[in-house]
């Protein structure tokens, strides 16, 4: 009762704060990650991939941004099984959902943090997502934007 009531009152508010969010149950959950490797923050194929030019611009948003302005974009959720949704930049922060396919976010890119092989982006107070993962000189985009 106690962890219904816990996960209940925690789908309520990540769906109040964030949009639209869903939670795996058991019998969706992807298999597990195998040992030392990390579960991929984006679900399933759909993501951008690109090469080094693409990474270099995608890099190039930890220069251009300015903490003391807000700078909302707005895009599309790639992933075809979803993407994270945790309450801080980075892979240790709570997973509080996912967002599905075709979902349309609003980040704030000049929140954007470098970590753990992500670059994470604010959605709303205490709501981050991964929009692009970083690769060998090559990385994928999670988010398609349509105004950045």
Same mark, same amino acid.
């Given at each position: 009762?106690?962890?219904?009531?816990? /996960?209940?009152?925690? /789908?309520?508010a990540? !769906?109040?704060?964030?949009?639209?969010?869903? &939670?795996?149950?058991?019998?969706?959950?992807? *298999?597990?990650? +195998?040992p030392? +490797?990390?579960?991929?923050?984006g679900?399933?194929?759909?993501?951008?991939? &690109?090469?080094?030019e693409?990474?270099?611009k995608?890099?190039?948003? #930890? /220069?251009?941004?300015?903490?003391?302005?807000?700078?909302w974009? @707005?895009?599309?959720? #790639? *992933?075809?099984?979803?993407?994270?949704v945790? @309450? %801080? *930049? %980075?892979?240790?922060? @709570?997973? !509080?959902?996912?967002?599905?396919? %075709? @979902?349309r976010?609003?980040?704030?890119?000049?929140?954007?943090?470098?970590?753990? $092989?992500? /670059?994470? &982006?604010?959605?709303?107070?205490?709501?981050?997502?991964?929009?692009?993962?970083?690769?060998? $000189?090559? %990385?994928?985009?999670?988010?398609?934007?349509?105004d950045?």
């Open positions: 009762m106690r962890v219904g009531t816990k /996960l209940g009152a925690g /789908l309520v990540g !769906v109040l704060a964030a949009g639209t969010l869903s &939670v795996a149950t058991a019998a969706e959950a992807e *298999p597990p990650p +195998q030392g +490797q990390q579960e991929e923050e679900h399933g194929p759909g993501a951008i991939v &690109v090469g080094p693409g990474a270099a995608a890099m190039n948003r #930890l /220069l251009a941004r300015d903490e003391e302005r807000v700078r974009c @707005t895009g599309t959720v #790639l *992933p075809a099984n979803g993407l994270n945790r @309450t %801080g *930049p %980075g892979v240790g922060y @709570t997973k !509080v959902g996912a967002l599905e396919h %075709g @979902t976010v609003r980040t704030d890119w000049d929140t954007i943090q470098r970590r753990d $092989g992500y /670059l994470w &982006v604010r959605m709303s107070r205490q709501r981050w997502i991964a929009d692009y993962k970083l690769g060998n $000189g090559n %990385g994928k985009w999670y988010v398609r934007y349509s950045c």
